[in-house]
């Protein structure tokens, strides 16, 4: 379920390294994952999506990682820059025609020069 | 294209005063429209969504309503701000279920 009342988690890593976020869903019912970026105080962006029947998705720089086994979820950035510092969110769609997506507790990226 | 406009951007209000938060989405038709709420370092919490005109479905039950009285217009609103109700408030859109969700910019509401 949606965990909004918990301090977010941070993840800190070097310019230029590769960063990765996780997160794991408890629902062996979802069936469409996403993953948002969220800058301080604008609204959450979307940045890449995947559906059950894949478990691996591209785009420019980032990559999405969808272990149903382990109802685990990752989003990976490569060559991490400056401008990726944000928080992430990952949300899940419960069941095939929910009105709400479930999000998780966001994590915090934060990029050391 | 698709956009969302949500306003105003920033807002302090007294607490005891009501509340009448805008949302607008263009480009598209009986969007499915959502309102959330963050408090500072915090995640989403949903407060309504609606799947079209007149509908409104509740989260949270609170000193907060929530108001579709067209198609692409999501209206959040309260007769008593109280001072809890401070924080981020998002509108989202999205075409239906098993979509993702489009965020507006956000509403950053202090009650003083």
């Known amino acids: 379920g949606e965990s909004v009342g918990l301090h977010l988690p941070t993840l800190s890593v070097q310019e230029g390294d590769n960063s990765i976020i996780n997160c794991a869903y408890s629902?062996?019912?979802?069936?469409?994952f996403i993953w948002y970026k969220q800058e301080s105080g604008k609204g959450p962006q979307f940045i890449i999506d995947?559906?059950?029947?894949?478990d691996k998705r591209q785009g420019q720089r980032v990559t999405v990682l969808l272990n149903k086994t382990v109802k685990h979820l990752s989003l990976q950035i490569a060559a991490t820059q400056p401008g990726d510092s944000a928080v992430y969110f990952c949300a899940e769609n419960p069941r095939v025609g929910a009105q709400k997506l479930v999000f998780g507790q966001g994590t915090r990226l934060t990029i050391n020069p | 294209s698709q956009t969302i406009h949500q306003w105003p951007a920033t807002l302090v209000q007294p607490v005891g005063s009501p509340l009448s938060l805008e949302c607008t989405v263009e480009g598209t038709s009986n969007p499915n429209l959502y309102w959330y709420r963050q408090a500072a370092g915090r995640g989403l919490q949903l407060l309504f969504y609606s799947v079209g005109i007149g509908q409104i479905s509740s989260e949270v039950p609170q000193n907060l309503s929530a108001s579709r009285p067209q198609d692409r217009q999501f209206i959040l609103s309260s007769k008593k701000l109280l001072l809890s109700d401070s924080g981020f408030y998002l509108c989202?859109?999205?075409?239906?279920?098993?979509?993702?969700?489009?965020f507006g910019s956000g509403t950053q509401l202090s009650v003083l």
């Open positions: 629902n062996s019912a979802s069936d469409y």
């Open positions: 995947i559906r059950s029947n894949m």
């Open positions: 989202a859109w999205r075409w239906d279920a098993n979509e993702k969700l489009f």
